[in-house]
Every structure is written in structure tokens, then in C-alpha cells.
């Protein structure tokens, strides 16, 4: 069992890795080759880096290039994170930013497209695929996304909402600075991201896992250590061999869906699961908040 866990948590270390140098690569490409020459801007750190990098041009005739700023904001942001959130989360969020960081000094700035429009679609896009794909598996892009997660523990306010009103302040500043038209095309830009996060992360949708497992004891306990959420055991049978096992039954959110395929995977590989949509729920089901106050709860 235990040369099993180590194999599965190289596995997945491994995953995590290959996410991190992807989307920062892919980042990088968003900014220097469609944003940065269309006066286009990003979400969050990177945006307001670009605005920065132009201030200090237009101002003090002073060229700094953007992933320089972006790491300058990102390693006071990491250690906030590191002392409010936890390691895990920062570490793989903060290696993000770095290489996104790294990439956009090395790669070359250039123009791929003259048209303002296509410049803002795909640049937004490109981030949301960065964006999303971090966030799906257990982390972020760094910078305010860390910040949105520290203020939403500490003032309610759901990631969604602080998100919006940051990106709006750098939507506002990209008018007065830059030009109006600018601004048009980055709500542009940061729609198309939002409409990829959302379509690649879909922490929002719930699932329905049917588990069938010779080993649910194992399995519960797991789920149990890993997830606050019901559990209910429906007794079943294999057709072909007879052998007895059950059915566990769980409504999860979509974006839970990692640790619990990892954890059904690490306790019987030879498992079954079946997810199916899941329109509406009535009744208890926990978000974030909630899960982590319990969480709190039990510790003490």
C-alpha cells in the first residue's frame, strides 16, 4: 500500500509540475505576443504590471520589462500566502508566477496580430486556459488570486466578487492611462478569460460518484480524511464473479473531483466510478467556507 501511495503521489507530483511550466508558458505567450503589443491588459498582478511598465516609460522614460514587476509583487504575495493559507496551495501558486515571470523576460515581445480584437480574444483566452487549469488542479497563477483567497476567508466576500473588483480598478485605470478604446477591449479580453476558467475549472457544477468497491470501509475512511461530505452505502453484488462489495454514493463539487478520483485510486485501483451531472440538490452541502470552519472545529 505504501510503494502504491509514493507511486501515486509522484504521479501526481509530476501532473502538478507539468501544469506549472504549461501555464506559465502559456501565460507568458498571452502577454508578450497578443496584450502587451495591443496595449491590451491582463487580470490582476500581470495587468497591473503592464500598466506600471508603461507609467514608468511615459513618465520617467524608464523601460522596465513586465515579468520583472510581476515577480516583484508576486514574492511579498507568496509569503502572505505561505503564512495565512498554507504551503501546498502558495508553493505551487508562487513556482506559477515565477516561471510566468521568467518566461515573459526571455520571450521575445512581437506582434502576431494588428487587430485589436483577435489581440484581446486570444490573449484572454490563452490566460483563462493558464488560469483554469491551475485552479482545477489545486492552486493558482499567483498574485491576487492568493489575495482573494486570504480576503475571503478574512471579509466573506466570495473569490468571484474580489476578483471583479480588482480587475474593474485595472479596467479604469487602463482608460484614463492608455485610452477608453483600450479599456473596451480589456472587458474583451477579460470575459474570454472568465468564459474559459469557467468552462475548464466548473468548481460551481455538482457531481454524482457512484463508487463501486470491494473495499468501502477503506475507501469512506479516506474520503472521510480528505472530504466533508455524506457518504451513503448501497449494497451490491458483481454480476459476473457474484462477489459481494457495495456502492457508495456522493454529490461532490466539480472541483473536488481531483482529491476524490485520487483518493478512490490510492485505496482500490480496481474500483469502479460513475459520475453523472447533477442538476439540483436540496439540503446540506458545504462550500469552502463552511467545510473550512468545520475543519477548524474539529481541530480544537
Not at 497591473?48 to 511598465?53: E, G, K
Request: aromatic share 10%; with cysteine; proline share 2%.
Amino acid at each position: 500500500m505504501q510503494a502504491m501511495q509514493a507511486i501515486i503521489d509522484r504521479k501526481d507530483f509530476a501532473i502538478k509540475c507539468t501544469v506549472i511550466i504549461g501555464a506559465a508558458l502559456i501565460n507568458a505567450i498571452a502577454l508578450n505576443f497578443f496584450l502587451i503589443p495591443g496595449n491590451i491588459f491582463s487580470a490582476g498582478i500581470n495587468g497591473i504590471s503592464q500598466i506600471l511598465s508603461i507609467l514608468a516609460l511615459k513618465w520617467f522614460q524608464f523601460h522596465i520589462n513586465t515579468g520583472w514587476l510581476i515577480l516583484l509583487f508576486n514574492i511579498p504575495i507568496g509569503i502572505l500566502g505561505w503564512l495565512k493559507i498554507g504551503r501546498g496551495f502558495t508553493v505551487y501558486s508562487f513556482l506559477t508566477s515565477f516561471f510566468t515571470s521568467v518566461l515573459a523576460v526571455v520571450l521575445p515581445v512581437q506582434t502576431l496580430s494588428h487587430n485589436a480584437l483577435l489581440s484581446a480574444l486570444f490573449g484572454g483566452i490563452l490566460t483563462g486556459a493558464g488560469v483554469g487549469y491551475t485552479l482545477k488542479y489545486g492552486f493558482s497563477t499567483g498574485g491576487l488570486d492568493i489575495i482573494a483567497v486570504i480576503l475571503e476567508k478574512t471579509t466573506g466576500k466570495t473569490i468571484g466578487s474580489l476578483m471583479i473588483a480588482i480587475n474593474l480598478v485595472i479596467v479604469i485605470l487602463a482608460g484614463t492611462l492608455v485610452g477608453w478604446e483600450n479599456a473596451m477591449y480589456t472587458v474583451i479580453s477579460l470575459y474570454g478569460m472568465s468564459r474559459v476558467v469557467d468552462a475548464i475549472h466548473t468548481r460551481h457544477q455538482k457531481l454524482t460518484a457512484f463508487i463501486v468497491t470491494t473495499k468501502p470501509d477503506e475507501v469512506i475512511d479516506d474520503l472521510n480524511g480528505t472530504l466533508i461530505r455524506g457518504v451513503t452505502i448501497l449494497p451490491a453484488q458483481g454480476a459476473y464473479k457474484r462477489r459481494p462489495g457495495a456502492m457508495l454514493m456522493v454529490v461532490i463539487s466539480r472541483y473536488e473531483l481531483y482529491e476524490l478520483e485520487h483518493v478512490v485510486q490510492t485505496v482500490d485501483r480496481n474500483s469502479f466510478v460513475n459520475l453523472v451531472s447533477t442538476v439540483d440538490i436540496e439540503g446540506n452541502f458545504y462550500d469552502e467556507t463552511e467545510q473550512l470552519k468545520l475543519k477548524r472545529e474539529e481541530a480544537q
